[in-house]
């Protein structure tokens, strides 16, 4: 839990992600974290540059869902930021904007609680996905 009580950003994420598995649904994080450990400091460029080599990239979301809306039938990525105080940055922005230049539908949920509104009205939770047991944590 972070401060006064709220949930963490990461938190309210995990809330999410549960929510769509539960449904059947696959969310798939995204590594897009920059931060780099104290210990690992001296090395910051080079992991910064292993991290870029590798696809990372600042602004991405911080999850997708495997199967497309269920009303829309794009694809759709998953902002999560803090209820109360979160923003979205300018690179953020930016590389959202270009997500929808490709179809995609961007999702800013401030909160759980907003996160999963804004993606039943995408189509989630209207109804149960059938079959799908891989996002539930079984094998297919």
Do not use: C
Not at 106 to 112: A, E, L, M, R
């Amino acid at each position: 839990m972070a401060k006064l009580g709220l949930p963490s950003e990461s938190d309210e994420q995990k809330a999410v992600v549960k929510w769509l598995r539960t449904l059947g649904y696959t969310p798939m994080a995204i590594e897009n974290e920059q931060t780099i450990q104290p210990k690992q400091s001296a090395d910051r460029w080079r992991i910064a540059n292993h991290r870029k080599a590798m696809g990372q990239q600042r602004g991405a979301p911080d999850f997708l869902i495997v199967e497309p809306s269920p009303f829309t039938g794009r694809r759709v990525v998953v902002e999560m930021k803090k209820r109360k105080g979160g923003r979205i940055k300018d690179h953020q922005k930016e590389i959202h904007e270009m997500m929808r230049r490709y179809d995609y539908e961007v999702v800013v949920g401030f909160g759980s609680d907003d996160a999963r509104m804004k993606l039943q009205e995408l189509g989630y939770g209207a109804r149960p996905k059938a079959g799908n047991s891989v996002g539930r944590g079984e094998r297919p």
